[in-house]
């Protein structure tokens, strides 16, 4: 089998991973929460494919792609609500969103 | 013919019911007539009942009819059977008779009352429950009817449920009343027991072979009915409850007090004396208890001075005789008095109605006089009633007084001792009540006469003065039915049911009589010269015997006896309990409970804070945790 092994997928894919959950726990904007997100499903595929191809076995690359239809409605779903959002003048900054407190 | 008894007893509960459904839709006027012409309805059902019995053989007077089966224990099976035979129609005919006359008096006492809807159902589910009682054709359905008459009595006497005392006395019936039931329950399991069944048949069938074998047992049975037929039929050392329940408006006291529900004892003891004539103790206990009972009453009503109470005394007294009588085994004696003193005292409760309400509510005799002049007619009832209650001839009192008298002469020992305390009741009779006739109708108009009567044309509403001239009627001619010497129509009848165990000679028969009238019109004679006319002697005696008039206006001290024995015992026991237990451990364990929750819920809830960012780090660092988790412990 040519290129890199598992293992460095797997490494680049924790990275993405950690690097998206950072953007979410950090990160004020939805926007970029939203893009963070993105990168964490992402990440998630990388692993999928790497252990698809080790395996020879397509059932990962089927799953990231079922994977990539959630992110797109995800993506469709959050853009839309960021867009009225903003239509209604509510501040786009998500530690301000606390109306569902208990 | 069954079919028949059925509408009789269902037509008053249809009444009560609708009642209870249409609320305020009906009209008050229509509320009384619906349960004047429900009770009518039985009372026409049970004369037709009647008729038909008679047609019959007398040995096969005795049906029972079942609708379904009411429950099923093991063995056990009790039907919601009623039987019809002739002890159960004779009590059909006096309660729905009475209760007829008595319900539409009630229409015209109680018009104007803001809650005379209420009143007219309550009354209508006592007749129901009081026919259930007699009609029923096994001892459980008979405890039913038992309990719910106690029930309606408790929902009548406080009906005025803004007046204390009538709460009070509501509440002490009750009491008293439950503890009866309690005893019949009792001796109803020994009858399980021993016989695995209820119905009247199958009991009293093997009752000699059963329940017979063991002595204590036939005694305790005995002894649970007597003590259900004390408490409801007033007789010491059970009967403080009723003088109090004259709170109660005064058809009430007609009804419940004086002509039916108080008798239902003298009728559960002639139902089951089989089970009573296998314990003779027992049976000779209710008749001291019958002679004890018409004696202190007798006094005590002496010095009453509410003239409601003066009548519930009374009323003590007689079903005192009745008792003596079933005690003796003179059943049907005991019952035809029942009937006859259905009607006189009804009679004398419906009259000092027409009293109250023609002075607007007063019930003290102290405070009437004279009132002879102004209420002609009202006396005339009253005489009637007087005179048939202290047995002069030929009214109703005197037959039915006699016959238990002449009956009790042929009773042994104990017999000669019982017509002894009889005529000593016989002499009190005539004495108290002519005292209250006197008192009331004779003698100077006090103040409060002449401020608070109001004069009405013909002395009271038209539906308040005809019950009063049919029960007068038939006061004077009721003892006919049977005669001393001649023929005695209500023991005949009822000698297929409960065949009596003494039978008085001729010379018994004639002696009780004279001996019995010249008592009353000697106790007459003392009442005329003590009340009759102006004088101190009253007061004299009073002042001579102070301690004697005391003992009796504090009613010889049952109340307060009671009151110290188990009331309040009772209440410091609650109280401690409450002290005790209640407040620290009971109520303390919830108020902790409760507050704990409330505590660890506020400190939970801070955690939602709203922020997303956080929940998200609370699931990563779970998550993570997780992950690290199965990793390491693998």
Wanted: glycine fraction near 10%; aromatic fraction near 8%; charge should be neutral.
């Amino acid at each position: 089998m040519l290129g890199p092994t598992v293992a460095a997928y797997l490494v680049l894919s924790a990275i993405l991973f950690a690097t998206g959950a950072a953007g979410v726990l950090i990160r004020r904007s939805p926007l970029i929460v939203l893009l963070a997100l993105e990168l964490m499903l992402n990440a998630g595929n990388l692993a999928l494919i790497a252990f698809a191809r080790q395996h020879a076995d397509s059932g990962g690359q089927v799953f990231a792609l079922a994977v990539m239809v959630v992110a797109a409605t995800e993506v469709v779903v959050g853009l839309g609500l960021i867009v009225a959002m903003s239509r209604k003048k509510v501040e786009l900054d998500v530690d301000a969103l606390t109306e569902l407190e208990g | 013919m069954t079919a028949a008894a059925w509408l009789a007893l269902f037509s008053p509960l249809g009444a009560a019911v609708a009642l209870a459904v249409l609320g305020d839709r009906i009209s008050r006027s229509r509320a009384g007539l619906l349960v004047s012409g429900s009770v009518l309805v039985s009372f026409v059902s049970s004369a037709y009942v009647l008729a038909r019995l008679l047609s019959e053989h007398p040995e096969q007077r005795s049906h029972v009819s079942t609708l379904w089966t009411w429950l099923s224990a093991g063995d056990l099976q009790v039907g919601f059977e009623i039987l019809v035979d002739p002890l159960s129609v004779f009590m059909m005919l006096v309660v729905s008779g009475v209760g007829f006359l008595i319900v539409s008096y009630a229409t015209g006492y109680m018009r104007g009352d803001d809650e005379e809807r209420r009143y007219h159902a309550y009354k209508a589910l006592f007749v129901f429950s009081m026919l259930l009682l007699v009609q029923s054709g096994n001892l459980l359905l008979l405890l039913v009817g038992w309990g719910m008459v106690g029930l309606s009595s408790y929902l009548l006497i406080n009906f005025w449920h803004q007046r204390r005392s009538a709460v009070a006395a509501g509440k002490k019936a009750f009491i008293v009343n439950a503890f009866g039931d309690a005893t019949v329950a009792l001796g109803l399991f020994l009858v399980i027991q021993r016989v695995g069944a209820l119905d009247f048949a199958t009991v009293f069938g093997s009752a000699e072979a059963e329940i017979g074998r063991s002595n204590t047992v036939a005694v305790l049975i005995a002894l649970g009915l007597l003590g259900g037929a004390a408490a409801k039929s007033a007789q010491v050392p059970l009967h403080t409850w009723l003088p109090d329940a004259m709170e109660g408006p005064t058809p009430v006291s007609a009804l419940i007090h004086a002509a039916t529900m108080v008798t239902a004892g003298v009728y559960l003891i002639a139902r089951t004396h089989v089970l009573f004539e296998l314990a003779p103790v027992v049976l000779h206990t209710a008749a001291v208890l019958g002679g004890v009972t018409l004696l202190v009453a007798g006094v005590i009503a002496l010095v009453q001075t509410d003239i409601k109470r003066v009548i519930a005394y009374s009323t003590m007294s007689q079903i005192g005789y009745m008792f003596v009588a079933a005690g003796v085994g003179a059943y049907g004696a005991g019952m035809f008095h029942l009937m006859t003193h259905a009607f006189f005292k009804a009679l004398l409760f419906m009259a000092a109605g027409l009293v109250i309400h023609a002075l607007a509510g007063e019930q003290d005799i102290r405070r009437m006089g004279g009132l002879g002049r102004e209420l002609p007619r009202t006396t005339r009832a009253f005489l009637i009633g007087t005179l048939a209650l202290a047995g002069v001839p030929p009214l109703a009192g005197f037959f039915s007084k006699d016959e238990i008298l002449a009956n009790t002469l042929d009773g042994g020992p104990l017999g000669i001792v019982l017509f002894v305390f009889g005529v000593a009741g016989a002499f009190l009779t005539a004495m108290y009540s002519f005292r209250l006739l006197f008192v009331v109708f004779r003698g100077k108009q006090s103040e409060h006469v002449q401020h608070h009567l109001h004069r009405e044309p013909n002395e009271g509403p038209l539906s308040m003065v005809w019950p009063v001239g049919v029960l007068a009627v038939l006061a004077v001619v009721g003892g006919l039915v049977s005669v001393p010497g001649g023929w005695h129509a209500v023991d005949t009848w009822l000698e297929p049911v409960s065949r009596p165990l003494v039978h008085p000679a001729g010379w018994m028969e004639a002696f009780s009589p004279i001996l019995s009238v010249c008592v009353a019109l000697l106790g007459i004679a003392v009442a005329w010269r003590l009340w009759g006319q102006a004088s101190d002697l009253p007061t004299a005696l009073a002042r001579r015997y102070p301690l004697a008039t005391v003992a009796l206006e504090r009613k010889l001290y049952f109340d307060e006896v009671y009151d110290a024995l188990l009331v309040r015992p009772a209440a410091r026991l609650a109280v401690t309990l409450e002290r005790v237990v209640e407040r620290p451990i009971v109520a303390g364990s919830a108020r902790a409970t409760a507050g704990g929750i409330r505590g660890l819920a506020s400190r939970v809830a801070a955690t939602q804070s709203g922020l997303l960012r956080v929940y998200a780090l609370v699931v990563a660092v779970g998550l993570a945790t997780l992950v690290l988790v199965f990793i390491s412990v693998r």
